[in-house]
């Protein structure tokens, strides 16, 4: 089945730039979204079609997706940011056709 | 606003049955298909089924086929998650979760989850 890998965690000062990554095989060929969970909290959809924003999530939260890496990029980080984030993909050929990413931690400093 | 709201969770033994379910409200529930997720304690997000909005597809993650049924009714905005056979690692917490309104393949909308806990 489809593999898609996240680093655990990422730390980041307050105003700088967090980037977390979501390896996958040919992942460039898939369309990729970006879920950020906070504690306690539902799941929110933050980037669809690799870097495409829903209504609402600030301009601060972009994407790409380009050979065997997609990369969600925070820009600005804020205190609130500090959450979950989960890449996802539909894979045909998968056993669970929708695969997520184990997640990033992300840390603000 | 598109709002979620899942029930149906609790405490239950190995080998035992819960029904959970989803009561959606704020968007048209007959027009979308809708998931099942879950999150167990200290691990990430997982998909564990999909049924379309007029029941013409539904399919299911590997490791609850021949165990879980999804299902809906339309005329009451609700969707179920029929669990048999529950083992321990099915503990976790279960969101529902809209496909489709804000794009294709995606988990636009998400409830705010029902914990399961399967413990004897």
């Known amino acids: 089945s489809y593999v898609l890998t996240q680093p655990p965690s990422v730390s980041v000062a307050p105003g700088k730039t967090a980037r977390i990554t979501c390896g996958g095989n040919n992942i460039g060929s898939k369309s990729v979204h970006w879920y950020q969970q906070r504690p306690g909290q539902a799941p929110v959809l933050v980037i669809y079609?690799?870097?495409d924003r829903p209504s609402g999530i600030p301009e601060r939260f972009s994407g790409s997706n380009s050979g065997n890496t997609a990369t969600l990029t925070i820009s600005r980080v804020e205190a609130g940011d500090e959450a979950d984030y989960y890449c996802?993909?539909?894979?045909?050929?998968?056993?669970?056709?929708?695969?997520f990413g184990a997640g990033t931690k992300v840390t603000v400093l | 606003q598109v709002q979620l709201v899942e029930s149906g969770g609790g405490v239950v033994q190995p080998g035992r049955s819960l029904r959970l379910s989803c009561a959606a409200s704020g968007f048209t529930f007959s027009r979308y298909a809708m998931h099942w997720v879950r999150r167990a304690p200290g691990k990430g997000l997982e998909w564990v089924a999909v049924k379309s909005n007029d029941g013409s597809y539904k399919y299911y993650a590997d490791f609850v086929k021949g165990r879980f049924t999804i299902s809906r009714d339309n005329s009451k905005n609700t969707l179920f998650l029929q669990m048999n056979s529950l083992r321990a690692e099915d503990t976790a917490v279960y969101y529902c979760?809209?496909?489709?309104?804000?794009?294709?393949?995606?988990?636009?909308?998400w409830g705010q989850g029902t914990l399961v806990t399967v413990s004897s």
């Open positions: 979760a809209t496909k489709g309104i804000v794009a294709a393949g995606t988990f636009d909308y």
């Open positions: 996802q993909v539909w894979d045909s050929s998968s056993d669970h056709l929708y695969v």
């Open positions: 079609y690799d870097s």
